[in-house]
């Protein structure tokens, strides 16, 4: 098995993301099968190619330093679970 | 008229001239999606009311002698990815079910200025991750040629809606074949332009080195017709890219005598449907008895192209969807005491079963140990894929291959196997990975009365002959003219 059920844990855990256990076997075995299948990149001998990170040669463009109103706070806060003023509420993170 | 037939290019001339009611053409279109929708399931949200208002203003226009282009008063569908200012976009997912965007993605807005119809957000597979659209949140949608089959993934619903004429071509995005795959599967041209030819800004973000907007339609000229109107340099997208964009529709009919067309040997795989490569190889036959020259290539890389993309593509994910926290919009969790609650519980009621797989395959590659092992080695195959096409372009000037190895599956047939649904993409994948242009156009229907896509792809930039080559081809058979029963 390439990815053992603790790795999917860790893994998880880096991805915020919560797996009942009945479920956990079942998707450590499909990630397993699918690290077994991308192993094939393996057979190619790499050592002397450039990575390609991006098709395009970025750059970082300028523009003018000028405030363009794109959208209001209004708006920005229009789609929160939650919220006060102009603030996103969450669940209270300093002890008491 | 038969509107399920109708191409923008008919529907553009009947209303310059007055022939053609924007808003009867429109309530033609909602009628339809109202009696077939039900099955199809090909809209996530029909705006029913927009769409006849917009249509009256258009008509007003053209009435008054302001006709504006030939999407003017043409109705129109768009995948649930671009936004829309003050309607939902759901992505196809839980996650944001209830998000209703406070602006247009830049691909939504020049659509919009040329006067098209919006009749509504096109269902899809969540954010983008499928080849089946079965992942969607809101259902799967059926193939419009068999209500069995799947109409491929992930820009489904824009495919089937095209084929079943719910619209007159509709808006996808492609990211590793999400739109020439389900054109293919349901008997539709879609085109994937060269990665930096269409902003994205608004487009809702999967892999973003990869993802490219692109039109479904019911012929090669209408593909043509889209990209004039959404092609070209974006401020607010910095990969948009500052090149002279054509008249896409001007050289389609030039002479593609003594083209030279190439036809790369690994995209023939093994296990491929008989039914497929007779009709490609028939294809092939066509094009080549209209003058240009068949030159058998190789791009010895293609068998990695999957195993590269799976690397590269989760990894870009799992970044791109940390931003889904529950917080400032998107799904809340009703049960959370405290904020690492918050953040688990949302993501993890908010995402689906293939969404999670891929933020969990792109963490575990980008973690501390793996990152040589996977990005950076996905990201020299990268390199290598690329190279084997810039070999190519030294002898050909597009390739000729089959969209997908097989026709629409079964509904069901590939859920319980992400490797199985993951090979449905080995042919449209390595155009993404390299950054090209390609399309898929129709080339005939198998023993089961399904559709069959031809793939041609282009060099960089060069969209202008594979919508050359893909009309010359179109005009011979007129597979795109055949429609499904409904």
């Known amino acids: ?96 | 008229m038969d509107i399920n037939k109708i191409t923008i290019k008919e529907a553009s001339r009947l209303i310059k001239n007055k022939e053609l009611s924007p808003v009867e053409l429109t309530k033609a279109f909602i009628e339809r999606i109202e009696t077939f929708d039900k099955n199809l399931n090909t809209y996530i949200t029909v705006l029913a009311d927009s769409a006849i208002s917009t249509a009256e203003n258009a008509e007003k226009e053209i009435m008054n002698g302001n006709y504006s282009g030939p999407l003017h008063g043409v109705p129109i569908g768009l995948k649930d990815i671009f936004v829309m200012k003050d309607v939902a976009a759901t992505c196809g997912s839980r996650m944001l079910e209830n998000f209703v965007s406070p602006y247009d993605a830049t691909v939504t807005s020049r659509i919009k200025k040329a006067g098209a119809v919006i009749l509504g957000k096109n269902n899809m597979d969540e954010f983008a991750m499928g080849s089946s659209n079965e992942t969607s949140f809101f259902g799967p949608v059926k193939n419009p040629w068999n209500m069995g089959k799947v109409p491929g993934g992930s820009s489904g619903g824009s495919a089937s809606a095209t084929a079943a004429g719910l619209c007159t071509a509709s808006l996808g995005t492609d990211t590793g074949g999400s739109i020439r795959q389900p054109a293919a599967l349901c008997g539709v041209t879609g085109l994937k332009p060269t990665y930096g030819r269409v902003s994205r800004y608004g487009m809702i973000a999967f892999a973003s080195s990869l993802d490219q907007a692109g039109p479904l339609t019911k012929s090669v000229e209408d593909a043509a017709i889209i990209l004039n109107v959404i092609s070209g340099k974006d401020d607010y997208d910095s990969t948009s890219v500052d090149v002279e964009v054509p008249d896409f529709t001007k050289n389609l009919n030039g002479d593609i005598k003594g083209m030279k067309i190439g036809i790369p040997k690994e995209y023939f795989v093994e296990g491929m449907d008989k039914d497929v490569e007779n009709a490609v190889n028939k294809a092939i036959k066509d094009i080549e008895s209209l003058g240009a020259e068949i030159i058998e290539i190789s791009l010895p890389h293609t068998k990695y192209a999957i195993s590269t993309y799976y690397i590269i593509a989760p990894c870009e994910a799992s970044s791109n969807l940390a931003r889904y926290d529950g917080v400032r919009y998107g799904y809340r969790t009703p049960d959370a005491d405290n904020l690492r609650d918050l953040f688990f519980k949302s993501r993890s009621e908010g995402f689906g079963e293939e969404v999670k797989r891929r933020i969990m395959l792109g963490t575990y590659a980008l973690s501390s140990g793996y990152y040589d092992a996977y990005y950076l080695k996905s990201q020299k195959v990268r390199t290598l894929i690329r190279e084997d096409f810039k070999n190519a372009w030294e002898a050909v000037d597009v390739i000729v291959a089959p969209t997908t190895p097989e026709t629409a599956f079964n509904i069901d047939e590939k859920t319980d196997d992400p490797i199985k649904m993951y090979l449905s993409d080995v042919l449209t994948i390595p155009c993404n990975i390299a950054g090209i242009p390609g399309l898929s156009t129709p080339c005939g229907f198998s023993s089961e009365n399904l559709p069959i896509g031809l793939q041609i792809l282009g060099k960089a930039f060069d969209e202008e002959s594979i919508l050359r080559v893909a009309h010359a081809y179109e005009k011979i058979n007129n597979w795109n003219l055949k429609t499904p029963d409904l």
């Not at chain 1, 991805?15 to 256990?21: G, N, S």
């Not at chain 1, 079942?26 to 690290?35: A, C, P, S, V």
């Not at chain 1, 523009?63 to 102009?86: C, F, G, M, W």
Request: aromatic share 6%.
């Open chain 1, 1 to 96: 098995m390439k990815i053992s059920k603790q790795e999917v844990l860790n893994t998880a855990e880096l991805a915020r993301l919560d797996f009942k256990d009945s479920h956990l076997e079942k998707f450590t075995e499909q990630l397993g099968r699918i690290l077994e299948y991308i192993e094939n990149l393996n057979e190619l001998n790499t050592d002397d190619i450039e990575p390609t990170f991006h098709v395009l040669e970025l750059s970082t463009p300028l523009r003018e330093d000028k405030v363009l109103q794109l959208i209001t706070s209004e708006e920005a806060l229009q789609n929160a679970p939650e919220k006060v003023d102009d603030f996103f509420v969450v669940p209270k993170v300093i002890e008491d």
